[in-house]
Nanobody, 128 residues
């Protein structure tokens, strides 16, 4: 079965950090751009970041730039989203997604219709 499993969400205080993981099973993530998206209650899902198949290029939305970092360990078939200096407005369900692109060396944040596989989501709550 081809699937993504995202994990690492939790309740954290403002200013805290979390590291989300996205692990693929049934296929090799090295051929895919991996994007992170989030959806807050009552809002549309929005793109947060993306990373190219080899990890050479990352992009971030303006709302998280400088605070979030995406990385990947293709040997572990896993992509990470390190989130620092979290704010209450970061509260959302976070999803990772994979877009086929073995020959691409860059990516664009968002564009969720391009993605082939999605994780089930992991809840991040930032609150004191």
């Amino acid at each position: 079965q081809l699937q993504l499993v995202d994990s690492g969400g939790d309740l954290v205080q403002p200013g805290g950090s979390l590291n989300l993981s996205c692990t693929a099973s049934g296929f090799t993530l090295v051929n895919y751009i991996v994007g992170w998206f989030r959806q807050a209650p009552g809002k549309e899902r929005e793109g947060v970041s993306c990373i190219d198949p080899r990890g050479y290029s990352t992009r971030y939305s303006d709302s998280v730039k400088g605070r979030f970092t995406s990385s990947r360990d293709n040997a572990k078939n896993t992509v990470y989203l390190q989130m620092n200096n979290l704010k209450p407005e970061d509260t959302a369900v976070y999803y990772c997604a994979a877009d086929w692109g073995p020959y691409l060396s860059s990516c664009t944040v968002g564009g969720e219709t391009h993605y082939d596989y999605w994780g089930q989501g992991t809840q991040v709550t930032v609150s004191s």
